[in-house]
T-cell receptor, first 114, second 119 residues
Framework: AQSVTQLDSHVSVSEGTPVLLRCNYSSSYSPSLFWYVQHPNKGLQLLLKYTSAATLVKGINGFEAEFKKSETSFHLTKPSAHMSDAAEYFCVVSDMRGYSTLTFGKGTMLLVSP | GAVVSQHPSRVICKSGTSVKIECRSLDFQATTMFWYRQFPKKSLMLMATSNEGSKATYEQGVEKDKFLINHASLTLSTLTVTSAHPEDSSFYIC???????????????FGQGTRLTVV
């Protein structure tokens, strides 16, 4: 069994300040972990993924995430928020074998103010 | 990354009619496709998983006779909402994975979504 908990339903930041979106997971097997971003009425775009290589994963648009097995966390960060980062972010887990479906967190809405 | 094209992006239909949504993998063979439904301000709810050439596996609570899924080729899956009602109005998203068995890709690629409005 696997599950994902996104700890914040909404996060508000000012443009130019750091972003932290929190995600904790549970998985019976070695997990693959993903962060996806969704803009209004759009599909999902992959930001980054962890699949057992380096624990610090760099993605697109300046985002990165660190896999911490001891804390079962995969938090998403960005040093400096941009207005265009405002969107819904989903943390997703799948087991490493690939047999399981993707399990989505409930999402975190990132709001960026000028 | 790989591209998944979903069509149409928006559709409005009358209550009682059927609507077909297509999901195509443009540059890879999608051995597995997933169909999700997303309610306003909510996460994605998996409706069904389909493997090419076999019947779809539906999640509990999803009516398979209402939401017909066909995955006839490695690049195309369709979701048909039959006898649509206003409560079926929602945002539907497909995703696709390549590979199979131990070589299945862990990453899924998503279509752009379809906004269905039933009036």
């Amino acid at each position: 069994a696997q599950s994902v908990t996104q700890l914040d339903s909404h996060v508000s930041v000012s443009e130019g300040t750091p972003v932290l979106l929190r995600c904790n997971y549970s998985s019976s097997y070695s997990p693959s972990l993903f962060w996806y971003v969704q803009h209004p009425n759009k599909g999902l775009q992959l930001l980054l993924k962890y699949t057992s290589a380096a624990t610090l994963v760099k993605g697109i648009n300046g985002f990165e995430a660190e896999f911490k097995k001891s804390e079962t966390s995969f938090h998403l960060t960005k040093p400096s928020a941009h207005m265009s980062d405002a969107a819904e972010y989903f943390c997703v887990v799948s087991d490493m074998r690939g047999y399981s479906t993707l399990t989505f967190g409930k999402g975190t809405m990132l709001l960026v103010s000028p | 990354g790989a591209v998944v094209s979903q069509h149409p992006s928006r559709v409005i239909c009358k209550s009682g009619t059927s609507v077909k949504i297509e999901c195509r993998s443009l540059d890879f063979q999608a051995t597995t496709m997933f169909w999700y439904r997303q309610f306003p301000k909510k996460s994605l709810m998996l409706m069904a998983t389909s493997n090419e050439g076999s019947k779809a596996t539906y999640e509990q609570g999803v009516e398979k006779d209402k939401f017909l899924i066909n995955h006839a080729s490695l690049t195309l899956s369709t979701l048909t909402v039959t006898s649509a009602h206003p409560e079926d109005s929602s945002f539907y998203i497909c995703s696709a994975r390549g590979g199979s068995g131990a070589n299945m890709n862990t990453e899924a690629f998503f279509g752009q979504g379809t906004r269905l409005t039933v009036v």
